[in-house]
Nanobody, 125 residues
Framework: QLQLVESGGGLVQPGGSLRLSCEAS????????IAWFRQAPGKEREGVSC??????????FYGGSVKGRFTISRDDAKNTVYLQMNRLKPEDTAVYYC????????????????WGQGTQVTVAS
């Protein structure tokens, strides 16, 4: 019933940029923490970023491998969150998932019950 849909993935050259979107339906995102995770073949799921509800003072978190290159944001009026990815590297190649729940903002995937199906990001020459 509650659904998240990611979009914006694709093929990009190293050093390039992409913006991922995550749109929610069946619920309103404004009171939810929203996180991005990624998983590359043969690797465990990695926390990328999390943004707290606008009414919360919980803040924003980034994984160390993307800090300074990626930016998370939210547009509650559009029920959408975004992940702006700049200076992309081949090691950023993965399926990217968004997740949401009424929890403290975290990069721990076990705290999130609502997930999208993912969007593929490939960084290659």
């Amino acid at each position: 019933q509650l659904q998240l849909v990611e979009s914006g993935g694709g093929l990009v050259q190293p050093g390039g940029s992409l913006r991922l979107s995550c749109e929610a339906s069946g619920f309103t995102l404004d009171r939810y923490s929203i996180a991005w995770f990624r998983q590359a073949p043969g690797k465990e799921r990695e926390g990328v970023s999390c943004i707290s509800p606008s009414v919360s003072d919980g803040g924003i978190f980034y994984g160390g491998s993307v800090k300074g290159r990626f930016t998370i944001s939210r547009d509650d009026a559009k029920n959408t969150v975004y992940l702006q990815m700049n200076r992309l590297k081949p090691e950023d190649t993965a399926v990217y998932y968004c997740a949401a729940d009424v929890v403290w903002c975290s990069l721990d995937s076990s705290l999130f019950n609502y997930w999208g199906q993912g969007t593929q990001v490939t960084v290659a020459s």
